[in-house]
């Protein structure tokens, strides 16, 4: 069981923008390698983070607007908002500690 939840189009505002927390959102499909490649990373870092930051997975193929709203060009493409604005993006696979040197920055200390 992936510990990031699935975020759709129709839940994105709610799950994401209206969050209290910052969001992480993994735009994904099933077909792209590297997409796999990061999902335990995602997952570790929801884990690492929980309670303090949200990590939402989009699946692009069945979710295509938000994708489109946001400009996704190429997968993975990790997000970071913050109340309800796009505050930081990674394209690629990354390194874990990457990703949490990433999210550290909009952390509530």
């Known amino acids: 069981m992936s510990a990031a939840a699935q975020v759709t189009d129709s839940s994105f505002k709610q799950e994401v923008l209206e969050s209290n927390l910052p969001v992480l959102v993994d735009f994904w499909?099933?077909?792209?390698?590297?997409?796999r490649m990061v999902a335990p990373v995602v997952d570790e870092i929801a884990q690492q983070y929980d309670g303090q930051v949200?990590?939402?997975?989009?699946?692009?193929?069945?979710?295509?607007?938000?994708?489109?709203?946001?400009?996704?060009?190429?997968?993975?493409?990790?997000?970071?908002?913050?109340?309800?604005q796009r505050v930081d993006m990674v394209v690629g696979a990354v390194p874990k500690t990457t990703l949490a040197n990433t999210l550290e920055k909009y952390l509530d200390k």
């Open 29 to 35: 499909a099933p077909w792209c390698g590297p997409c």
């Open 54 to 84: 949200k990590v939402v997975k989009v699946n692009t193929d069945e979710n295509p607007n938000v994708a489109s709203q946001y400009g996704i060009r190429s997968i993975p493409t990790l997000m970071i908002f913050k109340g309800g």
